[in-house]
Nanobody, 122 residues
């Protein structure tokens, strides 16, 4: 089991930036696909970004492509989500997840963090 702790959420104006961090308590962190998902109030959880083990190669939802960047630091057991040009529609609780399956599907991830709130004001 992987324990994940997110941090870095907060309130920001539209056009601003935030950097989310997720640290993992696990020995073989590099063996996991790491993903970021978000859930806005009243909506289903949706894929935001993921980074695989090899490369590593990042993947993004179309809605955040060009604005968000996911990176991982295996030496620190951490994954980061740099969010630029934030929009009010990016407001959601953001979750970090660890898994080994299809990176876009939340049911392919086995372990989840508690989430961190991101609020973008217009």
């Amino acid at each position: 089991q992987v324990q994940l702790v997110e941090s870095g959420g907060g309130l920001v104006q539209a056009g601003g930036s935030l950097r989310l961090s997720c640290t993992a308590s696990v020995r073989a962190f590099s063996a996991y696909v790491m993903g970021w998902f978000r859930q806005a109030r009243g909506k289903e959880r949706e894929f935001v970004a993921a980074i695989n083990r090899i490369g590593p190669t990042p993947y993004y939802a179309d809605s955040v492509k060009g604005r968000f960047t996911i990176i991982r630091d295996n030496a620190k057991n951490a994954v980061f989500l740099q969010m630029n040009s934030l929009r009010p529609e990016d407001t959601a609780v953001y979750y970090c997840a660890a898994g080994n399956g299809n990176f876009r599907r939340d049911n392919e991830y086995d372990d989840w963090g508690q989430g961190t709130q991101v609020t973008v004001s217009s």
